[in-house]
């Protein structure tokens, strides 16, 4: 399995834009990069993913290096409901699908 | 179109006991995953059903089984329970078993055992 980074926690004031980094230094070739993120309680909620070119939907940005090896997920106005906790996922290949959750980046976004 | 849920909500057994919690995938989704997650954790992956067979599992021991309908609706049930079995199950469902299919979860059931 690729492994992801993720700084444990981060703030944010509101209205701004939020950046959180995810490190995969060990991705292959075939592995995507998912971003989800789990609000209190709450099931997590899919975010966006990507493979090599940056992708962009009405939630957020993601921002991949040229290498692969980290990548960026950007809450471009970000708002107190965005409080949550965002998790940088690698998929496995060939191994039935599942999705591997590390610890995520709390995210606290402050008025 | 309708995401996943899931029944019940909350429920609270007793050590020993057996439970059954049960799913409904997205429309037009054919695959189901179930997730455990301890309070301060990231969800852990138990098992995916696909067509109604197994179709991936991880390390968690044979009293967590589950099944999956004709309908993709699926159960994850639970023997011989233990106080570590208290968390939040999650399901999750995904059309075909695709590297880039996306899982879309649903709400949890909040287990509990005392």
């Known amino acids: 399995d690729a492994k992801t980074t993720q700084p444990p926690s981060m703030d944010c004031a509101e209205g701004r834009a939020a950046n959180l980094p995810c490190n995969h230094s060990?991705?292959?070739?075939?592995?995507?990069v998912y971003w989800y993120r789990q609000i209190h309680s709450q099931g997590p909620q899919y975010i966006i993913h990507?493979?090599?070119n940056n992708e962009t939907n009405e939630m957020a940005s993601l921002i991949i290096t040229e290498d692969r090896k980290s990548s960026t997920l950007i809450l471009p106005h970000a708002t107190l409901r965005d409080t949550a906790v965002y998790y940088c996922?690698?998929?496995?290949?060939?191994?039935?699908?599942?999705?591997?959750f590390g610890g995520g980046t709390r995210l606290m976004v402050k008025p | 179109e309708t995401g996943v849920t899931q029944s019940p909500t909350h429920l609270i057994k007793t050590r020993g006991q057996q439970v059954t919690l049960r799913c409904s995938s997205q429309?037009?989704?054919?695959?189901v995953s179930w997730y455990q997650q301890a309070l301060g954790q990231g969800p852990q992956f138990i098992f995916q059903?696909?067509?109604?067979?197994?179709?991936g599992r991880g390390n968690f021991p044979p009293r967590f089984s589950g099944l999956q309908f004709p309908n993709y609706s699926s159960e994850l049930n639970v023997n011989a329970l233990e106080l570590d079995d208290s968390a939040l199950y999650l399901c999750?469902?995904?059309?075909?078993?695709?590297?880039?299919?996306?899982?879309?979860f649903g709400p949890g059931t909040r287990l509990t055992v005392t």
């Open positions: 999750a469902s995904s059309f075909g078993t695709l590297k880039q299919g996306t899982q879309y």
């Open positions: 060990t991705i292959s070739g075939n592995e995507y």
């Open positions: 990507g493979l090599k």
């Open positions: 996922i690698v998929r496995v290949p060939n191994a039935g699908n599942m999705l591997t």
């Open positions: 429309s037009g989704h054919n695959t």
């Open positions: 059903y696909y067509r109604e067979e197994e179709n």
